[in-house]
Each structure stands twice: as C-alpha cells, then as structure tokens.
C-alpha cells in the first residue's frame, strides 16, 4: 500500500482463481476491511464520499461496526453445470436475470447512469418505448 498514492498500478490485491480447462470454477479474495482504505480506493477511481455512500452505502454501512479481515470464495456452480451438460456458455444453464424484473435487491441495481460515464464512452440512451 506504500505505492497507492504514487504508483496505484503496482498495488496488488489478495486474490485467487480456481481454473478447470480455462473455465473459472471460482474466484475470491481477501476484502478490503478498513473503512478509510475502502474510501481511498474510491477517491483513486474517482468516486466522492458522497457518491460513494449513495451507491455503495449498503457495503460501507457495516465498517462503522468493524468489520473483521475477512476473505470469501465463490464457487461457480453454474459454470461446473454448464462444463458437465457439455455447453460452451453458461447462461445455458443460469436464469438470467436472476430475478423477473432484472433488479439487484440488495445493492438497488440497475441505477441510473451517470451522463458523464456516457459521454466518456460515447454512448447515449434511447429514449423509453411509448406505453400503449
């Protein structure tokens, strides 16, 4: 972390892949667990503390509480299910979206775009279909 501030492309993270025949089966981590790191990394990405506890309060709330370092490991079932049914892409074997309405409960996604993101990428959005 000596390098964040002066040479950011050089932090590494704790991180680690389980690879079947270059299907990742899972990937983890060791997450960030400081609240004061985890605000840095989003003021390096150029999110203010305002934006950030707006789109990811659900996720900065609990380190008022002190998280503990904590590590996890997801394992990609649906990838596994996908390598034994002999596809080559997995959303032959998930519901996708995950829920009817294509939400996230638990982080409020999809969120609104922010017009800047757009036109650094040269996108626009269509205006929404007439309701009959």
Excluded: C
């Excluded at 993270?13 to 981590?29: H, K, M, T």
């Amino acid at each position: 972390m000596a390098l964040f501030d002066t040479e950011p492309l050089k932090v590494r993270a704790l991180a680690y892949d389980l690879v079947l025949n270059g299907w990742e089966l899972g990937s983890g981590s060791i997450r960030i667990h400081e609240p004061e790191m985890q605000r840095r990394v989003f003021n390096q990405l150029g999110i203010s503390d305002e934006e950030a506890d707006k789109r990811f309060g659900f996720f900065l709330q609990p380190f008022k509480y002190g998280a503990p370092p904590h590590g996890g490991f997801a394992f990609g079932i649906d990838r596994l299910a996908a390598i034994l049914a002999g596809e080559e892409n997995i959303r032959e074997v998930i519901a996708f979206p995950k829920t009817q309405s294509g939400s996230d409960p638990m982080t409020n996604a999809p969120t609104p775009v922010d017009p800047s993101h757009l036109a650094e990428l040269g996108l626009r959005l269509l205006p929404p279909p007439a309701s009959s």
